[in-house]
């Protein structure tokens, strides 16, 4: 008896890149991490961090895609924890339709 094979559903809503671009990520006290983006879409990213971060209220992450306007910042979601405490999965929130194209 064959069995059929079916490809695991894609949750992602948009393709993504490789992309290992420096990042930071801030919270509504102001508190600071530091790390490296790991693949970006056009509605979230997976990075890589320096230490766990703590979700308190708003969360900003700020890169540069590296097309010469400079970095900006942006609010975002935790999606999922990728690995614990130094890995996650970010939904961009709010991106204005400009940092979109970028």
Request: net charge positive; aromatic share 10%.
């Given at each position: 008896?064959?069995?059929?094979?079916?490809?695991?559903?894609?949750?992602?809503?948009?393709?993504?890149?490789?992309?290992?671009?420096?990042?930071?990520?801030?919270?509504?006290?102001?508190?600071?991490?530091?790390?490296?983006?790991?693949?970006?879409?056009?509605?979230?990213?997976?990075?890589?961090?320096?230490?766990?971060?703590?979700?308190?209220?708003?969360?900003?992450i700020s890169f540069d895609p590296g097309d010469m306007l400079g970095p900006f910042w942006t609010n975002f979601s935790l999606v999922?924890?990728?690995?614990?405490?130094?890995?996650?999965?970010?939904?961009?929130?709010?991106?204005?339709?400009?940092?979109?194209?970028?």
């Amino acid at each position: 008896m064959s069995q059929s094979l079916v490809a695991p559903r894609e949750r992602r809503r948009a393709a993504r890149a490789f992309r290992e671009w420096p990042v930071e990520i801030k919270n509504g006290s102001g508190k600071l991490w530091r790390g490296t983006s790991v693949d970006v879409s056009t509605t979230g990213m997976r990075v890589r961090v320096d230490k766990s971060l703590e979700l308190r209220g708003f969360m900003f992450i700020s890169f540069d895609p590296g097309d010469m306007l400079g970095p900006f910042w942006t609010n975002f979601s935790l999606v999922r924890e990728v690995a614990p405490g130094a890995e996650y999965g970010i939904r961009f929130l709010d991106l204005p339709p400009k940092n979109v194209d970028r």
